[in-house]
Nanobody, 125 residues
Framework: QEHVVESGGGLVQAGGSLRLSCAASGSAFDGYAMGWFRQAPGKEREGISCITSSGGRAWYIDSVKDRFTLSRDNAKKSLYLQMNSLKPEDTAMYYC??????????????????WGQGTQVTVSS
């Protein structure tokens, strides 16, 4: 059964770092640009970063640019998000999923059926 599983979240102080991981299987990962999305309480889900299927190029929204680094290991069917200089406004549930990038936005792929349970990131001030 195809799936994605996110991990690596936790509670960290402002200025700290976390590394999120996403393990996927089969058709949930292969051939897709993959990225991270987050949703804070009372807010809409937003895409924050997306990387091409080859891993050759990544995009970031302005609020995380220069703080977050996205990477993938296609052999392991895994996606990673290194988050540095974390801020309280980064607090959210984080999900990995297939993505696309248009100027200024990271969007989910319509019809992608493999959303996981997410991993919670909480940044204290």
């Amino acid at each position: 059964q195809e799936h994605v599983v996110e991990s690596g979240g936790g509670l960290v102080q402002a200025g700290g770092s976390l590394r999120l991981s996403c393990a996927a299987s089969g058709s949930a990962f292969d051939g897709y640009a993959m990225g991270w999305f987050r949703q804070a309480p009372g807010k809409e889900r937003e895409g924050i970063s997306c990387i091409t299927s080859s891993g050759g190029r990544a995009w970031y929204i302005d609020s995380v640019k220069d703080r977050f680094t996205l990477s993938r290991d296609n052999a392991k069917k895994s996606l990673y998000l290194q988050m540095n200089s974390l801020k309280p406004e980064d607090t959210a549930m984080y999900y990995c999923a297939a993505c696309s990038s248009v100027p200024g936005y990271i969007l989910p792929v319509k019809g992608y059926a493999y959303w996981g349970q997410g991993t919670q990131v909480t940044v204290s001030s």
